[in-house]
């Protein structure tokens, strides 16, 4: 089946009153980090279970929904590679990676970027250089800069913390929000590795943090020591 037909089958799950709540949700209004972001009402255990008979879509095809305006257009593509990647060989994962690398553009909301590139970026980096996370996470774009810390969660679930926790000091100091919570989060994980490891992390900068930043860091740990962190009295 070809890229009509998946379209086709996105379409017929569309559910507008659902859409409605995404576009409002996702921030798609003018100035927002959203903006002209277009939904159709799915969800993304519903894009998994469809594009699953559409693996073998060929990539250039791939590259043409993910260019599509429409979110899940874009989040399909993002999944067909997701379950590709670890099936391929050493020739299409690399493919793949330097696809994925290629149209950041299009990978342009914080799901699309959290739910496919530890997956790909994370994974293929693994046992390769990191440095192009660096760059990443230098980029003008707030989506590049969002993909270079979570794409480390894959390194955090092998107990590697180390790029996450320099990539984490590096975007410190940025303004957005979205990489407020990114950060944190990441920090959070390392924490459910290796408390040990979060904490000296964080004692040395967290009265400099974002509040956001620190609060999703710090989520899962004793009130008591949520508070002090928070208090600064640590």
């Known amino acids: 089946m070809g890229l009509k037909e998946l379209k086709q089958e996105i379409m017929q799950l569309a559910d507008p009153a659902q859409a409605d709540i995404l576009q ?5 209004g003018s100035g927002e980090y959203g903006e002209g972001d277009r939904f159709l009402g799915l969800r993304v255990p519903q894009l998994r279970r469809l594009v699953k008979s559409h693996l073998d879509l060929a990539l250039a095809d791939v590259a043409r929904l993910l260019q599509c305006t429409t979110h899940e257009y874009r989040m399909a593509a993002l999944l067909i590679l997701t379950y590709r990647y670890p099936k391929a060989d050493k020739t299409g994962q690399a493919d793949i990676y330097k696809f994925y690398l290629a149209h950041t553009a ?10 496919t590139a530890p997956h790909i970026v994370g994974a293929h980096l693994m046992t390769r250089s990191r440095k192009v996370l660096y760059k990443l996470a230098r980029s003008r774009s707030l989506w590049e800069r969002r993909m270079s810390i979570v794409a480390t969660h894959w390194f ?17 100091a940025d303004d957005h929000d979205l990489i407020h919570k990114a950060v944190g989060w990441m920090i959070r994980e390392v924490g459910k590795r290796s408390l040990e490891t979060m904490e000296a992390f964080l004692l040395p900068r967290y009265a400099r943090m974002p509040r956001t930043m620190l609060r999703y860091a710090i989520e899962k740990l004793p009130a008591p020591r949520r ?5 600064g009295t640590l």
């Open 24 to 28: 409002r949700f996702f921030k798609t």
């Open 106 to 115: 299009w990978i342009n909301n914080w799901d699309l970027v959290d739910v």
């Open 156 to 172: 955090i679930r092998q107990d590697q913390f180390e790029d996450t926790l320099e990539i984490a000091d590096l975007l410190l």
């Open 227 to 231: 508070r002090a962190y928070l208090k």
